[in-house]
């Protein structure tokens, strides 16, 4: 039996970094947005180039691996090398990859990420096959887990997420879901049957905004927290993040920590709440490590190169000075 099985895309990311680029502000309707400025009609020469793998499933599932847990992974890629790239480096991690679907008629997802002059980035995404993920391609006889994490999927991949929360229901499965502003902005309706089923459900500030239409803190936990998930999770970059079970919210603020790159952040975070709660099924214990995994990876380039097995990560728990706060909801 797996500890979790990973579902969400994959893909192959290209980081391309150019001293060319600009920060520009705009303004508009009181909101300010920052946007990554290229000169046109000039070749821009690139001063590096890395290659790695990464996309929800892949880089949670990594994670959870080096963190202890016996994993798999659920994805969609085609069947050439960068399908194989992927498959070999899960292979690589320890982690099983017969649920992985390799279809000859489909691409494998490819992204370029930007860098950014303020250690955020600007990725380019091509989703090919992680789209179009089918229930019927998956092998149910394998789903034999304790766990599911859900990481963003769309289209057909998301009835397939839908799917898979009612195969969790029915074989009493647990499920984590991290959803990104791509279905939140559908509203809780649209994720409702995802929802209802969901044990641990993270996701930003922004999103959680976005979702229940509030603002103060408390009033957006508690109602995320009646459309269903048992516990639930908001982050916010280097700020204040919140976690509420139901009666108590704890809050922490993260170290002080020099970014790098912020890709995979969110992935680190997530998927070593879970580990946490797999291990302990403490809270406080849990957002220790989240937090620990997370700051490895923003003090290094790609999602993957810096996540922390579970010995190099109690180690900073130890010396990192996370102030948990804990109260009764109002």
Not at 24 to 41: E, H, Q, R, V
Not at 116 to 133: C, E, M, P, V
Request: hydrophobic residues 40%.
């Amino acid at each position: 039996m797996y500890d979790v099985i990973t579902v969400g895309s994959s893909t192959v990311d290209v980081f391309a970094k150019t001293k060319f680029s600009e920060l520009i502000k705009i303004m508009s309707n009181n909101t300010k947005k920052d946007f990554l400025a290229y000169p046109t009609g000039s070749k821009i020469l690139i001063e590096e180039l890395n290659f790695t793998t990464g996309g929800g499933a892949t880089n949670t599932a990594v994670c959870l691996a080096r963190l202890g847990q016996k994993v798999s992974c659920i994805s969609k890629t085609g069947s050439g090398s960068n399908a194989s790239k992927i498959i070999n480096h899960l292979k690589r991690e320890n982690i099983d990859s017969n649920l992985i679907v390799c279809s000859k008629n489909s691409r494998t997802g490819y992204s370029i990420i930007l860098d950014s002059l303020k250690h955020d980035r600007s990725i380019l995404a091509f989703k090919g096959s992680n789209n179009n993920l089918k229930f019927s391609e998956i092998n149910r006889k394998k789903l034999n887990t304790k766990w599911f994490y859900f990481s963003t999927m769309l289209g057909e991949s998301f009835k397939t997420l839908e799917k898979l929360a009612k195969f969790a229901e029915k074989n009493k499965i647990k499920i984590a879901f991290n959803a990104s502003e791509y279905l939140v902005k559908k509203g809780s309706r649209f994720l409702k049957n995802i929802l209802e089923k969901t044990d641990i459900f993270v996701l930003n500030k922004d999103e959680a905004k976005l979702l229940v239409k509030k603002e103060k803190i408390d009033n957006i936990l508690k109602a995320i927290h009646k459309l269903g998930p048992r516990t639930v999770i908001i982050t916010d970059g280097k700020n204040e993040f919140f976690v509420f079970d139901g009666e108590f919210i704890y809050s922490a603020r993260p170290t002080k920590t020099k970014i790098i790159e912020t890709t995979g952040a969110g992935d680190a975070f997530a998927a070593s709440f879970l580990s946490g709660m797999i291990k302990k099924n403490n809270i406080e214990f849990a957002m220790r490590l989240a937090s620990a995994n997370s700051e490895s990876v923003i003090q290094h380039h790609g999602a993957k190169n810096k996540l922390l097995n579970y010995k190099e990560a109690l180690k900073i728990i130890k010396k990192e000075d996370l102030n948990i706060k804990k109260r009764k909801i109002r």
